[in-house]
């Protein structure tokens, strides 16, 4: 027989799909296992059929949701159960749902065996003595069914400094957390009842799409409502509810607090999210507590929505791509081509970006937001880091990429050249606002991601950021900002001519300022007041007699490269050059 399960265009119940898939290839079995774009399809008998999905059904809750963090296996006391056909007790750490799976099912542990009530329990810890130590425990004591077992049970406690935290002795199973599900594979459709509201398909086992079922589908705080009208909740088929509980296999997440930020990757094509599986989890690691399960490459700490998915997109770049620089080899699994393929060709692959603050029980999502311009991301890293292009023809994706390597500022007196990239790592860092408390230090550090992620300029900002924070460098923050600002500038903004002429013009006037008898950095916070143009040169004017012959200024400042119309920008750049140069005058004279 064959049991199918359809790719049906949702991110969150594609993500199942493809975790389904992923996890059966790593079980035993003798079903045959198909995927296309657009489906799975798995052949074989009934009871084979049946016993796969249940094994991969294990496997999925034990790696996801009966989990111990580091803190709880370290945490005493440990649990423990009587096991009848070994005749021992059994102790356990505590088990909770980590990460995607805790907004999925957040649920306590419950019994996996049976459990007997104690006849006795003390309400305190009682101090005992046990080989010559003093002790301190609750106290408890099984009924005459298994009063046979009551000394052996102390002694168990005793020597391995357990307490008694439940209400009965647990038999023939540790507690664990387990999400029900049916697997209905062996059993031929009955009647159908109707069809499922998520795959369409028939089906005669159908489950509520509640809260519990479908947490981010589903009820208020749900991306999708399915139930906006107060109505019944829809019905889901047995398949659907089950593929809901691998979504955590395909996932990436971050934890700060009372959030979590999650990434899935998302493709209009089911091979094509399978064959990405494989690269994309290379950046997979496993974190002891499960805050995360991607190691950020960009260390310190980060709260917002959009820094993280920065963040996050960079540890895959980092992990993912080999690179050449300056001869040097950066270790990775893609070349450049290969890395674009798996971006770009085919279906494109996007990231679903989630943020869900954990209420009491619940969590509510205040983010979902899918991310589509992997290719532009990672180009222009490239760029950033200053990497050469691997000369290929016949490539039209290489054309894109012709700049790469020589972005420079003509007519400048710098020049960024291929091979001394920016570190993003630093630009990360120099973001960070550290006069601020907690969250705060990184509000404007996420205003200027969310900018770069959507494609827009950041000069305003990052004017603003390097005027109030206080630091005496900010060359790597100046050097990003001359490669990505003429990236995203189109049509009737700035043209390259004219920011150059503003930077060549704001260097000028900070290596003066700081070189100068005279010169005072409070010079540049006069000359950034300035809210009018003739203002703006008027100051100009004023700094030239100050500081003398120690300020020439370049003559096209005054054949039209700075107008009315782009007096606000030309200045932004101008003051971030100038800032930037009177540092580096100041650092170069205190050596
Ligand atoms: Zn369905």
Same mark, same amino acid.
């Given at each position: 027989?064959?049991?199918?399960?359809?790719?049906?265009?949702?991110?969150?119940?594609?993500?199942?799909?493809? #975790?389904?898939?992923?996890?059966?290839?790593?079980?035993?079995?003798?079903?045959?296992?198909?995927?296309?774009?657009?489906?799975?399809?798995?052949?074989?008998? #009934?009871?084979?059929?049946?016993?796969?999905?249940?094994?991969?059904?294990?496997?999925?809750?034990?790696?996801?949701?009966?989990?111990?963090?580091?803190?709880?296996?370290?945490?005493?006391?440990?649990?423990?159960?009587?096991?009848?056909?070994?005749?021992?007790?059994?102790?356990?750490?505590?088990?909770?749902?980590?990460?995607?799976?805790?907004?999925?099912?957040?649920?306590?542990?419950?019994?996996?065996?049976?459990?007997?009530?104690?006849?006795?329990?003390?309400?305190?810890?009682?101090?005992?003595?046990?080989?010559?130590?003093?002790?301190?425990?609750?106290?408890?004591?099984? +009924?005459?069914?298994?009063?046979?077992?009551?000394?052996?049970?102390?002694?168990? &406690?005793?020597?391995?400094?357990?307490?008694?935290?439940?209400?009965?002795?647990?038999?023939?199973?540790?507690?664990?957390?387990?999400?029900?599900?049916?697997?209905?594979?062996?059993?031929?459709?009955?009647?159908?009842?109707?069809?499922?509201?998520?795959?369409?398909?028939?089906?005669?086992?159908?489950?509520?799409?509640?809260?519990?079922?479908?947490?981010?589908?589903?009820?208020?705080?749900?991306?999708?409502?399915?139930? +906006?009208?107060?109505?019944?909740?829809?019905?889901?088929?047995?398949?659907?509810?089950? *593929?809901?509980?691998?979504?955590?296999?395909?996932?990436?997440?971050?934890?700060?607090?009372?959030?979590?930020?999650a990434f899935f990757p998302y493709s209009a094509s089911l091979n094509k999210m399978l064959d990405a599986f494989a690269p994309l989890h290379e950046a997979e690691y496993q974190d002891p507590n499960y805050l995360c399960n991607f190691d950020n490459k960009i260390k310190g700490f980060f709260y917002h929505v959009f820094e993280i998915t920065f963040a996050f997109l960079y540890?895959?770049?980092?992990?993912?791509?080999?690179?050449?620089?300056?001869?040097?080899?950066?270790?990775?699994?893609?070349?450049?081509?290969? *890395?674009?393929?798996?971006?770009?060709?085919?279906? +494109?692959?996007?990231?679903?970006?989630?943020?869900?603050?954990?209420?009491?029980?619940?969590?509510?999502?205040?983010?979902?937001?899918?991310?589509?311009?992997?290719?532009?991301?990672?180009? *222009?890293?490239?760029?950033?880091?200053?990497?050469?292009?691997?000369?290929?023809?016949?490539?039209?994706?290489?054309?894109?990429?012709?700049?790469?390597?020589?972005?420079?500022?003509?007519?400048?007196?710098?020049?960024?050249?291929?091979?001394?990239?920016v570190q993003i790592a630093e630009v990360m860092r120099l973001l960070v606002d550290y006069r601020q408390e907690n969250e705060k230090r990184t509000l404007m550090r996420n205003r200027i991601c969310e900018r770069i992620l959507k494609k827009q300029s950041i000069l305003d900002l990052l004017e603003k950021h390097v005027y109030s924070v206080e630091t005496s460098y900010i060359?790597?923050?100046?050097?990003? &900002?001359?490669?990505?600002?003429?990236?995203?500038?189109? #049509?009737?903004?700035?043209?390259?001519?004219?920011?150059?002429?503003?930077?060549?013009?704001?260097?000028?006037?900070?290596?003066?300022?700081?070189?100068?008898?005279?010169?005072?950095?409070?010079?540049?916070?006069?000359?950034?007041?300035?809210?009018?143009?003739?203002?703006?040169?008027?100051?100009?004017?004023? *700094?030239?007699?100050? &500081?003398?012959?120690?300020?020439?200024?370049?003559?096209?400042?005054y054949e039209g490269k700075l107008t009315q119309d782009n007096f606000q920008e030309f200045k932004q750049f101008c003051l971030i050059a100038a800032l930037n140069s009177y540092y580096a005058a100041e650092n170069e004279s205190r050596k």
């Amino acid at each position: 027989m064959q049991v199918v399960f359809p790719k049906i265009g949702h991110f969150w119940q594609d993500s199942g799909l493809v #975790g389904l898939v992923k996890i059966l290839e790593e079980q035993e079995h003798d079903v045959t296992i198909n995927t296309d774009s657009q489906q799975l399809i798995l052949s074989g008998s #009934g009871q084979a059929i049946q016993s796969l999905l249940e094994k991969a059904y294990d496997a999925v809750v034990e790696r996801y949701y009966n989990v111990s963090t580091r803190k709880q296996r370290e945490e005493t006391p440990y649990q423990f159960y009587y096991d009848s056909r070994l005749d021992r007790f059994i102790s356990f750490p505590k088990k909770k749902s980590c990460g995607i799976a805790e907004i999925i099912y957040n649920k306590a542990a419950r019994p996996t065996g049976s459990s007997v009530k104690w006849v006795y329990k003390s309400d305190r810890k009682v101090e005992l003595e046990y080989k010559g130590k003093k002790i301190r425990r609750t106290v408890a004591h099984l +009924p005459p069914s298994h009063a046979h077992l009551q000394e052996r049970m102390d002694e168990f &406690l005793n020597e391995h400094g357990l307490d008694i935290t439940t209400a009965g002795l647990l038999l023939d199973g540790p507690n664990a957390v387990r999400p029900n599900v049916k697997i209905k594979a062996a059993a031929p459709l009955k009647k159908a009842k109707g069809n499922c509201f998520l795959c369409g398909q028939p089906s005669d086992t159908f489950e509520e799409a509640t809260q519990t079922t479908f947490p981010l589908i589903t009820g208020t705080s749900g991306v999708l409502s399915f139930n +906006p009208m107060a109505r019944n909740p829809e019905k889901v088929c047995w398949k659907c509810a089950f *593929l809901g509980k691998f979504v955590p296999a395909n996932g990436f997440f971050y934890t700060a607090g009372k959030d979590i930020f999650a990434f899935f990757p998302y493709s209009a094509s089911l091979n094509k999210m399978l064959d990405a599986f494989a690269p994309l989890h290379e950046a997979e690691y496993q974190d002891p507590n499960y805050l995360c399960n991607f190691d950020n490459k960009i260390k310190g700490f980060f709260y917002h929505v959009f820094e993280i998915t920065f963040a996050f997109l960079y540890t895959l770049y980092d992990k993912l791509f080999l690179r050449q620089s300056g001869g040097e080899e950066k270790s990775g699994l893609l070349n450049y081509n290969e *890395l674009f393929g798996l971006l770009e060709d085919r279906a +494109p692959l996007e990231f679903y970006v989630l943020h869900a603050r954990k209420r009491s029980d619940t969590f509510a999502v205040k983010t979902l937001w899918p991310f589509r311009e992997t290719g532009y991301f990672y180009r *222009l890293m490239f760029r950033v880091e200053g990497h050469e292009t691997p000369a290929k023809t016949g490539d039209n994706r290489e054309a894109a990429g012709a700049r790469d390597g020589e972005t420079q500022i003509r007519g400048g007196e710098q020049k960024i050249r291929g091979n001394r990239g920016v570190q993003i790592a630093e630009v990360m860092r120099l973001l960070v606002d550290y006069r601020q408390e907690n969250e705060k230090r990184t509000l404007m550090r996420n205003r200027i991601c969310e900018r770069i992620l959507k494609k827009q300029s950041i000069l305003d900002l990052l004017e603003k950021h390097v005027y109030s924070v206080e630091t005496s460098y900010i060359k790597p923050l100046v050097d990003f &900002l001359l490669i990505y600002e003429p990236e995203v500038r189109k #049509g009737d903004s700035m043209t390259r001519e004219e920011q150059d002429a503003a930077v060549t013009l704001g260097r000028r006037i900070g290596t003066a300022v700081a070189k100068s008898e005279q010169g005072k950095k409070g010079d540049l916070f006069a000359l950034r007041k300035t809210r009018k143009l003739v203002d703006f040169l008027e100051q100009i004017n004023r *700094l030239q007699f100050k &500081l003398g012959g120690d300020l020439i200024i370049p003559p096209d400042l005054y054949e039209g490269k700075l107008t009315q119309d782009n007096f606000q920008e030309f200045k932004q750049f101008c003051l971030i050059a100038a800032l930037n140069s009177y540092y580096a005058a100041e650092n170069e004279s205190r050596k």
